[in-house]
């Protein structure tokens, strides 16, 4: 396997970066059953954001980059958002070096706490993040479905794609 490094953003990543979160909103949306295709258009306004805290990209040597992490700013505390591996490099540990890194990073500004919000169907990245340390749950967001049909769920304690979470 190529060497991977994790970087500052720089603006010649532009196209990679808009390619990457399209990849990650396009998969948000096929995990829910949207039928849009999003070319990135997001990508922009997010690098507009005025708490953005920093922006990381991971470089593979062969393949350019392959993963992006960003920090939000929250008072002393932040955000991890987004955090995308290209589908290609998944399941490699590219994604806990781009955690890494930006702990490393919130810890250096001597920041409280970090936060990250995955998609609640996406069991792969919900371990993932559990295996690298985020084991506290903050805050869980309800939704009432109203296009689908009303399910039942019966369960004790607070247990989340098989993975125990403290809150």
Do not use: C
Request: hydrophobic share 35%; aromatic share 6%.
């Amino acid at each position: 396997m190529s060497p991977v490094t994790v970087r500052s953003y720089r603006p010649s990543d532009h196209s990679a970066g808009r390619r990457l979160w399209s990849e990650l909103t396009n998969q948000h949306n096929q995990m829910y059953g949207v039928n849009a295709d999003d070319g990135g258009e997001g990508f922009e306004e997010y690098l507009t954001r005025l708490d953005l805290g920093g922006l990381w990209v991971a470089d593979h040597a062969d393949d350019g980059v392959i993963g992006l992490v960003g920090l939000v700013l929250r008072g002393r505390a932040g955000e991890v958002e987004p955090i995308v591996v290209t589908v290609t490099h998944r399941h490699k540990g590219v994604g806990r070096q781009l955690l890494r890194h930006v702990g490393d990073e919130a810890r250096r500004r001597n920041m409280t706490a970090l936060t990250i919000s995955p998609e609640s169907r996406n069991v792969d990245a919900i371990r993932s993040l559990h295996a690298a340390g985020y084991d506290v749950v903050s805050s869980i967001e309800l939704t009432l479905d109203l296009n689908r049909a009303h399910h039942e769920w019966q369960q004790e304690g607070l247990e989340l794609h098989e993975r125990q979470f403290r809150s």
